[in-house]
Nanobody
């Protein structure tokens, strides 16, 4: 009974910021790398960012590098994705996912076995 729950999505204007949260239950987050993914309508699911078990290593897709920051607080069993300078092309459903191995770049969907339900991020004027 592994569960990840995302929150923090919503509507924001271009240039704005959002912070997404991913809270884990049913397992100890310390033992998992966590990835953030997104999927826009009609597009493939894209790995956005991944953080190692300890938080010592992070990876980002080129499209978000310098704008997004992934972090984790294992004491709170939570991983965050701080999104700044948001663009309309960032609009998507954002998912967090867990794996028991190392990150491979910003994340590959097939590597992750536990997924949250997703949270909608819409960037629009």
């Amino acid at each position: 009974q592994l569960q990840l729950v995302e929150s923090g999505g919503g509507l924001v204007q271009p240039g704005g910021s959002l912070r997404l949260s991913c809270v884990a239950s049913g397992f100890t987050l310390d033992f998992y790398a966590i990835g953030w993914f997104r999927q826009a309508p009609g597009k493939e699911r894209e790995g956005v960012s991944c953080i190692s078990m300890s938080g010592s290593s992070t990876n980002y897709a080129d499209s978000v590098k310098g704008r997004f920051t992934i972090s984790r607080d294992n004491a709170k069993n939570t991983v965050y994705l701080q999104m700044n300078s948001l663009k309309p092309e960032d609009t998507a459903v954002y998912y967090c996912a867990a794996r028991e191995r190392l990150c491979r770049g910003p994340g590959k969907s097939a590597d992750f076995g536990s997924w949250g339900q997703g949270t909608q991020v819409t960037v629009s004027s």
